[in-house]
């Protein structure tokens, strides 16, 4: 994590104070002045490339998206449209507000799949993991591989593990009675089909999200399980040991020490890992586009997607750039979040 | 500039790590983390196998654990399907010009933060600061803007510059030369090269440029190491960009290479195996060799991808 500290040197500024004569002094000064001027242009020049490149790519194109986004832009740049092409997104009621609306529901539904079971799932594995056992990097090894895996390639063998024929998913269903699974096609609410199994009829507002949805939630969860034990293993080597052989003399039980050393001094891992994991989830797009490309009935087309869609698919790249703002919001209001909270935590201890 | 090596090594840092009490039976955690093994690397050991069967078997209900028999054809049709040696050359030649350039931008930067002294440096730093924080959704229509060509007969009052690098190199590399991320990583490490190194430097008549090159860099290789692994590793995953900025094979990546290929492929899941291996080969290897950086890397930075 980079903690937003600057930290300042000391300007060894040695005062010219008794060594003789005025003209000595002035000389001194002047070529210390010569110095420091060439030191700082030697910066400068040292940080050249670096403003450059950040400028023309992430600063003026982060003006830019503001720019294109006040205009009618399919293509080619059309006429300056002030604030309507959000007015389009956010209020009017078109189809295009409630495909926003829509986008955004289905990127919470999906991060309130994601996130939480990911957490859970890899507070459990770190906390195994983190005992003396034997084999432990090797389970480690296994853990990370997914991580490291490009989206693209890991996302086509999950389109084919979970295939509705021949995938191993559904033949492991299979043995326990479920059958017919559509996964990345299935844009059935969970709930709903629950609800059809068990034959009583659930209403349209509690359907739940698509299967293919959980689907890939299932994949993210999978993919990223591996960061977050990565972090959460981190975070249980700075727990002094000590404070567990306190509370043990003290007579706490395992499940005490848990909850009361552990998950409390590991707080600052989880809030790290909920963060990130959300501003994943409002990014996430290579694993949708591979799997369901936003399908079925649009069930997984996540504002990022929506994002794609509209700008890429449709060519209405003002409309896009509108989302694009909106979406950004969104992940820095997550990014500060996290920051402001590290900053808390760091003047704390 | 001598004996560096009596210094501490500043950024292989293991903490002495205490074991926490026991929960339960070692069976049961070895169980659980058995368990849990086997559900992460199946997708894996379904790739390789479901590779060696032939179309029959690998669409087969239900799916069969072992292949009945090994058919390393596969890969040859997969390889043969999509210009794969272009894709990889194109992978391997952006990968590394990204790391390249990525690397010494970012060093020149972080020493300029680290070790040098100038005006408007915390304003600079803020600025650095706010652009990694800048998701890249935020600019992806604008940089795909600008690498489009502008379209004739249109003149608004504030153009916005056209670079007119669609479909090419360039327009995969440039974007991504200057990391704030790799600069404040790299900062981190060279704010731990002492003070008196660099008096001791400058008494030995050193400036700037020597000092880095010969000391602090040396000292710095597993930061360097770990800021090249991670670039690299972006620079082979990255798919949505390259696919919106390319059209042509000539410059296509793999990984959008692998995205024609799973539409041509259809449902010919074991030929899709064969190339995803071969796709998502070169980096498990890469990180089988450099874990101990890319671990240590995600630990300190909590980057996630």
């Known amino acids: ?349 | 500039m001598n004996t560096p090596q009596v210094l501490p090594r500043v950024i292989t840092r293991r903490p002495v790590r205490p074991r926490l009490p026991p929960v339960t039976s070692t069976v049961f955690k070895h169980l659980v983390l058995i368990v849990v093994g086997a559900v992460v690397a199946y997708p894996f050991y379904f790739m390789v196998t479901t590779a060696l069967k032939d179309f029959f078997e690998a669409t087969a209900n239900p799916p069969t654990l072992f292949p009945t028999s090994l058919h390393f054809e596969n890969y040859v049709e997969a390889w043969s399907r999509q210009p794969w040696a272009r894709y990889f050359a194109n992978t391997v030649f952006i990968a590394a010009a990204t790391v390249g350039g990525e690397i010494v931008i970012a060093i020149l930067a972080a020493y300029a933060f680290a070790q040098m002294n100038f005006r408007g440096k915390n304003v600079l730093f803020a600025l650095f600061l706010a652009t990694y924080m800048m998701p890249s959704e935020a600019t992806l229509i604008p940089n795909f803007v600008m690498m489009s060509k502008a379209p004739p007969g249109v003149n608004p009052l504030f153009p916005i510059p056209r670079l007119n690098l669609y479909d090419t190199y360039a327009a995969q590399i440039l974007p991504f030369l200057a990391s704030a991320f790799s600069v404040f990583l790299l900062r981190q490490q060279f704010l731990a090269i002492p003070r008196e190194l660099r008096d001791a430097a400058v008494i030995d008549g050193a400036g700037h440029l020597r000092f880095l090159w010969s000391i602090v860099l040396p000292l710095s290789v597993p930061a360097l190491v770990t800021v090249a692994i991670l670039s690299f590793y972006a620079s082979w995953n990255s798919f949505l960009w390259p696919f919106i900025v390319t059209s042509s094979e000539a410059v296509r990546p793999v990984q959008v290479g692998l995205n024609a290929f799973r539409a041509e492929a259809g449902s010919q899941y074991h030929l899709l195996m064969a190339a995803s291996s071969f796709v998502v080969a070169p980096i498990v290897l890469l990180y089988l060799i450099g874990q101990r950086f890319l671990v240590q890397g995600v630990a300190r930075t909590g980057i996630r991808g």
Do not use: C
Not at chain 1, 49 to 58: E, N, Q, R, V, W
Not at chain 1, 223 to 230: P, S, T
Not at chain 1, 291 to 309: E, H, Q
């Open chain 1, 1 to 349: 994590m980079i903690t937003a500290v600057v930290v300042y040197r000391h300007r060894s500024i040695s005062s010219p104070k008794v060594s003789g004569g005025a003209i000595a002094i002035t000389e001194r000064a002047a070529s210390r002045r010569r110095r420091v001027f060439v030191e700082h242009a030697q910066a400068y020049l040292f940080l050249i490339p670096a403003i450059a490149f950040l400028g023309l790519f992430k600063i003026l194109p982060a003006f830019y998206a503001i720019y294109i986004s006040l205009f009618r832009w399919d293509v080619v740049q059309g006429a300056f449209r002030g604030l309507d092409n959000y007015f389009d997104i956010l209020w009017q009621n078109s189809t295009r507000a409630q495909a926003f609306w829509q986008s955004l529901s289905t990127t919470v539904t999906y991060a309130l799949i994601t996130v939480p079971i990911e957490i859970a799932l890899a507070l459990v594995v770190a906390y195994v993991l983190f005992q003396k056992l034997r084999g432990r990097d090797i389970y480690r090894t296994i853990y990370y591989l997914p991580y490291v895996t490009s989206t693209v390639a890991a996302a086509t063998v999950f389109s084919a593990v979970f295939h509705p024929q021949f995938g191993l998913v559904n033949t492991l269903l299979g043995s326990i009675g479920i059958r017919g699974l559509t996964w990345y096609q299935e844009p059935d609410g969970v709930f709903q089909m629950l609800g059809n199994a068990l034959g009583f009829a659930v209403p349209d507002w509690s359907a739940g999200p698509s299967l293919a949805l959980v689907g890939v939630a299932i994949f993210s969860i999978w993919h990223f399980l591996g960061f977050q034990i990565l972090i959460f293993l981190g975070g249980l080597g700075n727990i002094p040991f000590e404070y567990y052989e306190a509370a043990k003399l003290d007579g706490a039980n395992q499940w005490q020490l848990f909850r009361r050393i552990t998950l409390p001094l590991l707080s600052p891992q989880i809030f790290f890992v909920f963060t990130i994991a959300s501003i994943g989830v409002l990014r996430a797009f290579n694993e949708i586009f591979v799997l369901t490309n936003g399908g079925p009935l649009d069930t997984t087309r996540t504002v990022t997607m929506l994002l794609f869609r509209t700008f890429f698919q449709q060519g209405q790249i003002g409309l896009g750039s509108a989302i694009g703002v909106l979406l950004t919001i969104l992940i820095l209001a997550f990014t500060l979040i996290q920051f402001g909270v590290f900053e808390r935590r760091v003047t704390y201890t």
